[in-house]
């Protein structure tokens, strides 16, 4: 399974990637994040296997299920969250750049994540 962001159409697509032959196939929407003329940019796991999305220019992060479904989102500070990524350690939690402000920020509460390779 490969889950990518297309930022200005405000869409994820999942599909499955063959290592073997080095292609994507059954490529499908996974979710709509954003309402334009930005949309999502970096994606991170966290250890249930939530996906943590940041929506540029949006000031958050989306949280989805596994299944595609919105169940929450994080409030960043500035407007312009572009990559995050999860402590291996779970000491500084979810870590996003934010571009407005030039900023990396912790969010300790939301634990580890999913290496970036997972399977």
Request: glycine fraction near 12%.
């Amino acid at each position: 399974m490969l889950i990518f962001s297309e930022t200005y159409q405000q869409q994820l697509w999942i599909g499955n990637w063959n290592a073997s032959t080095l292609k994507f196939k059954i490529e499908t929407p996974f979710a709509k994040a954003g309402n334009g003329p930005w949309g999502p940019e970096g994606i991170a796991f966290d250890e249930n296997k939530n996906l943590f999305v940041t929506i540029f220019n949006e000031s958050k992060v989306n949280i989805y299920k596994k299944a595609g479904e919105e169940i929450g989102f994080v409030e960043t500070i500035g407007t312009r969250p572009t990559s995050c990524a999860f402590d291996p350690y779970g000491k500084l939690g979810l870590v996003v750049t934010e571009a407005e402000r030039g900023e990396i920020i912790s969010y300790p509460d939301f634990g580890k994540g999913l290496p970036i390779f997972y399977g």
